[in-house]
């Protein structure tokens, strides 16, 4: 009868084994189905839209490098980062200044420093919480400028640096538009990065992320080592940081520390706020504001009537204006984003047509 109890006992693992193996590889294919369907419609429309546009199609793949790891740093593990910033300019830098290699291997290279950096980051912050972590992070965003002046001679000072990028390959035709390139070398980035994460957060080690974030002792008391997980959330985060670093740098194919200061720290951590920190479409919405943010102000200062010195002034401050406006709405009216909004909406229009006897 013990043999009998036994055996009932083990049986039903190898199902469950199975069903959650099934379940992970349902997952990855509606992933990798979905970034193809994405991917094909994305590429489609580069060739429907002018230069300008593409262009900035490309910035918003840029910053969709970064803000995903931002939003598993912060939305899954509840560290604050304010140095993002300093872990792009690790990526744009490393790229500036391998100009002789190809594109790929650079930028690979510069995945590696930022990913590298962002470790030694990790580990000096792995006992860091709230506002302590914010400080320290802060810091290192405020050293990039003071790095660049004293090794001037290889970072090039404020002036920066400036290389040269290798046009599009032949086969794509000899008038090909660079803009175009631009938007498909970085939305393919994008799609890598989305892909990886949306997979990782439904693992078991989004799951460990999430129990870190809500209780740290509970999850202590569990067997989860709470330093080692930080650390690697950060490694994670940081390799997208020098990712998107590397691809700015082949946008504007130069490098200064301006670029890369407090402000776009700061501007990466209010994108994922105002687009959702629940979920990595969070971060779609934070790429799409901060590309619409400078047309946007730019128009609201044509329109004014004002001496060209005061419109001067209004075209630095206003986009941070208008950001904090939005940010202060959606806030007040969606606590969890854009993308609990835009949800949200999408479940009523739903209800509404189920319930609508023409509609059915």
Known sequence: ??????????????PRARAT????????????????VVGVV????????????????????AYLCVLPGLILLTGFTGQISLGHGALMAAGAYTVALTPDLPFLFSLLAGVLVATVLGAVIGVAAARLHGPYLAGATLAVAVSVPAVTTTFDGLFGGDAGLTFAVSPAPASLGAYFPFERWQAWITLLGAAVVMLLLAN?????????????RDDEVAASLAGIHV?????????????GAGLGGGMFA??????????????L??????????????????????????????????????????????????????????????????????????????TR????????RRSDPAAR
């Open 42 to 61: 994305v590429v489609i429309a580069t060739y429907q839209i002018e230069p300008f546009r593409n262009y900035q199609l490309a910035t918003i793949g």
């Open 345 to 352: 909406a999408l479940r009523r229009l739903r209800g509404a």
């Open 265 to 342: 720290s700061l501007n990466l951590m209010l994108a994922i706020v105002l687009g959702g920190l629940g979920g990595l479409r969070g971060a779609v919405w934070g790429a799409i504001v901060l590309v619409a943010l400078q047309p946007l102000a730019d128009w609201a200062t044509s329109g004014l009537d004002a001496d060209p010195a005061l419109q001067q002034r209004l075209e630095g401050t206003l986009p941070l204006a208008i950001f904090g406006a939005a940010l202060i709405v959606v806030m007040t009216t969606a606590p969890g984003g854009l993308d609990a909004l835009v």
């Open 1 to 14: 009868m013990a043999n009998s109890t036994d055996t009932a006992t083990v049986a039903p693992a190898p």
């Open 227 to 239: 330093g080692r997980v930080r650390v690697l959330a950060f490694v994670l985060s940081a390799a």
């Open 250 to 263: 082949l946008l504007a194919q130069s490098v200064s520390p301006g670029a890369y200061g407090l402000t």
């Open 21 to 36: 193996t099934g379940r992970r590889g349902n997952t990855l294919l509606r992933h990798v189905l979905i970034a193809t």
């Open 200 to 212: 990782l957060v439904r693992s078991r080690f989004g799951r460990t992320l999430r129990a870190v």
